[in-house]
């Protein structure tokens, strides 16, 4: 049946695929991906994307020995099979983790990828052309297809039909539309769906920061935000305020993130698409009681009350609802399936983590530094990749 | 709301200083209308605007953005009040603008567009080629840009005929005959550009060419997009009009829904043309204020707005205005060109709509 659609699909090195499965961890398996990384890093033109960069340190050898030790565990676990990956087309490197994950955990991969122009994937379809090229690769060839059509129902259910997983990422209405395509009975789908994330922060300690931790405070939240135009779902939406109902501390953290903006750029259209997507949020949303336009990159959104409706005031571009709230326990009013990633500043993380465990809060998948809102890791979502993409063997 | 003494006024007459001091008022007026009966409108001044409301220069003045009206239902009238729905032709991905009017409002626009129209092509009827397909104008409860644009310009028109087949192929033997009854008299040709240039001028060969009473009109807009992608200057547009049907008098106008009625129409030197019921800035952002000469996004007020909140938009098109009250043909106000429409965004992140 797919036959006749093959010429619809770009196979962008082998077309030719086999299934085959490894155990978790394999050490070969670990050895090509570190060696993946190494190869990223030779190249010159990697330093000019910090997100591949990051994605090939997160997969250096050393930092894959520590997952191997935290997830290789007395058990025998063994891959599903085929994995079929529908990635985000607009988070450049979102592809090269949906593979690792699916490699590590002992799969065979096949990766659909955007037709976008994407950069950092020719550096890495560059790496890995050669690296298969090598003798001792050549199952992992075959094994490891990476795909680009055009929206295309035939092909995606194609894949579907006979993948043993499918991960989905590219948020809701990807997932709805994908859905549409079954799976095998035993096969499973692994999503993630559009998400809402918030900061926690406290003004207290902010003032006591000096010069110099200032910067990298707001160096790393710059990175965590404006990075992906505030727009990928780990990015703060929400900034909560602690012990800062004079605004003084608000008033040093956004005027030092003004100084950082100089290396940020809107271009005259999405300029436009802010100012239009505030427009409708503040005429259609009671909760907005002003919009701080400080300038075209840095809007600042101030609600009255905090509840599971600001969940529907979105930005991106850098506009940012802002909160004071009294204490940490405020962020059980948010208990929802929707938020993601809270990353904080000046709070005690087993607080938090004391306040998500004693009301058992829905959702807060991630709780992290400032710094650390865009950082893949094995788990993600509340899945633990390793162990969602394989099968333990029972032996009681 | 807007004096009817306008209407009694020199569609290009008034000077810089005369216009601004009307358009200072009377946009002024209009933001406060629309804040008292548009909530919506409200929401957006009050917290948008909290610390800058501003009306000493009209550069200053609040705006919102044209795609607004794709994403809120704006009115500034009881629903009772409500004479016509105009919804642009939105593309598959892309949701209609849906203007709302009352009575007075449409009526206002009408008789704008006939002002201005007539002011280039005389009062008298014309016998007018319409290069479409009828079908376009189907709902008339539900306008569609292209359909509305059609039926307003019929207005200038008799024994209208329609050039094009459903499909949009020309219909020879309807122009043949139309050709045949009229072409020792001045007629009309009103068309979408693109649709004229595509559909009509490229298809006719050197064996079905025709020629036209010199004194004919041919009056075409909606956009330029596709035209720059074929390469068509407006130059070469007018060349080939010229040589495919023999017609010297080409007009294009620009104009939108949000604001219809109150188009921009060239002159006989090449430039859009503000009347007095319409006046163009163009601003570089959304933050500075809007400019009065110069390049960038254009931003159109109108007084004729009053039953939807549409006095003050901000568009997605790049001008040039090129001058103010010292156009060669002789018209007052400002003129420019239309250099083009802005790139859509392409947003970093993980979801893959919006």
């Known amino acids: 049946m797919i036959h006749d659609k093959q010429h619809k699909i770009n196979f962008l090195l082998n077309k030719k695929y086999l299934c085959v499965t490894n155990e978790v961890f394999d050490e070969k398996i670990c050895s090509f991906i570190s060696e993946l990384s190494k190869s990223i890093l030779k190249i010159k033109e990697t330093r000019l994307y910090p997100d591949l960069v990051s994605f090939a340190y997160w997969c250096r050898s050393s930092n894959l020995n520590k997952y191997r030790t935290k997830y290789k565990d007395n058990n025998l676990r063994i891959g599903l099979g085929t994995i079929f990956h529908i990635t985000a087309s607009n988070v450049p490197t979102n592809f090269a983790y949906s593979f690792v994950f699916g490699l590590i955990s002992g799969n065979s991969n096949i990766i659909r990828i955007s037709s976008n122009k994407n950069n950092q994937a020719d550096i890495f379809f560059k790496v890995i052309k050669n690296l298969f090229k090598k003798s001792e690769y050549q199952e992992l060839k075959k094994s490891n297809i990476f795909i680009q059509y055009d929206h295309n129902k035939d092909i995606t259910q194609y894949y579907s039909s006979f993948c043993d997983a499918r991960i989905i990422w590219g948020g809701d209405n990807t997932i709805n539309e994908i859905r549409n395509f079954k799976l095998k009975e035993k096969a499973r789908d692994i999503t993630f769906p559009d998400k809402y994330s918030l900061s926690i922060l406290d003004g207290k300690n902010i003032l006591k920061l000096k010069e110099n931790e200032l910067n990298n405070l707001i160096n790393s939240f710059y990175n965590d935000t404006y990075f992906m135009d505030q727009n990928a779902c780990s990015s703060p939406q929400l900034i909560i305020w602690l012990n800062d109902n004079k605004d003084i501390a608000k008033k040093v953290f956004w005027n030092k993130l003004k100084i950082f903006l100089y290396k940020y750029d809107i271009d005259e259209a999405s300029d436009i698409e802010k100012y239009t997507n505030l427009c409708k949020l503040v005429a259609t949303n009671n909760n907005i009681s002003k919009v701080k336009i400080e300038n075209k990159k840095l809007s600042i959104i101030k609600i009255s009350k905090l509840d599971q409706n600001i969940f529907d005031i979105r930005g991106f571009y850098g506009s940012f609802v802002e909160y004071n709230a009294n204490n940490v326990q405020d962020i059980t009013l948010l208990s929802s399936n929707i938020v993601q990633t809270l990353t904080y500043f000046g709070i005690d993380r087993n607080e938090i983590l004391n306040i998500i465990s004693k009301h058992k809060l829905k959702g807060f998948d991630r709780v992290v530094p400032i710094g650390k809102a865009l950082e893949m890791d094995m788990v993600w979502d509340g899945y633990e990749l390793p162990y969602a993409l394989s099968r333990i063997i029972s032996l009681n | ?354």
């Open chain 2, 1 to 354: 709301m807007l004096d009817n003494s306008i209407f009694e006024e020199p569609i290009y007459g008034w000077d810089f200083e005369k216009k601004n001091k009307f358009y200072l008022n009377e946009i002024k007026k209009l933001t406060f209308h629309h804040s008292k009966n548009c909530q919506q409108y409200k929401n957006i001044l009050q917290t948008l605007y909290y610390k800058k409301l501003n009306f000493k220069t009209i550069n200053n003045f609040p705006f919102i953005p044209v795609k607004l009206f794709k994403y809120l239902n704006l009115m500034s009238i009881d629903k009772n009040n409500l004479f016509k729905t105009m919804r642009s032709s939105g593309t598959t991905n892309n949701q209609p603008s849906t203007i709302f009017l009352d009575k007075i409002n449409a009526a206002n626009q009408t008789k704008v567009l006939t002002k201005i129209v007539t002011s280039f092509i005389g009062s008298k009827r014309l016998p007018m080629l319409v290069i479409d397909a009828k079908s376009t104008i189907s709902s008339r409860k539900n306008f569609s840009a292209r359909g509305a644009a059609i039926i307003g310009f019929s207005l200038f028109g008799k024994d209208i005929t329609y050039a094009l087949n459903d499909d949009l192929s020309i219909n020879y033997q309807a122009i043949a005959d139309f050709h045949k009854k009229y072409k020792n008299s001045k007629i009309l040709i009103f068309g979408f550009t693109y649709i004229l240039y595509k559909n009509f001028l490229k298809q006719l060969s050197s064996k079905s060419q025709y020629s036209f009473h010199k004194e004919s009109i041919v009056i075409h807009g909606g956009g330029w997009k596709k035209m720059h992608e074929a390469s068509i200057t407006n130059l070469k547009f007018k060349r080939l009009v010229k040589k495919n049907i023999g017609i010297n008098n080409v007009h294009n106008y620009y104009g939108l829904i949000e604001q219809t009625g109150s188009i921009f129409f060239e002159c006989e030197h090449g430039f859009l043309h503000c009347s007095i019921y319409s006046d163009i800035m163009v601003r570089s952002n959304t933050i500075e204020a809007a400019k009065d000469s110069g390049k960038g996004i254009v931003q159109l007020l109108s007084p004729l707005a009053t039953s939807y909140p549409g006095h003050n938009i901000l568009t997605e098109d790049i001008a040039t205005i090129i001058g103010i009250d010292d156009c060669k043909c002789g018209r007052k106000g400002k003129y420019f060109t239309i250099d083009g429409r802005l790139k859509n965004a392409e947003i970093r992140g993980c979801s893959d709509t919006r």
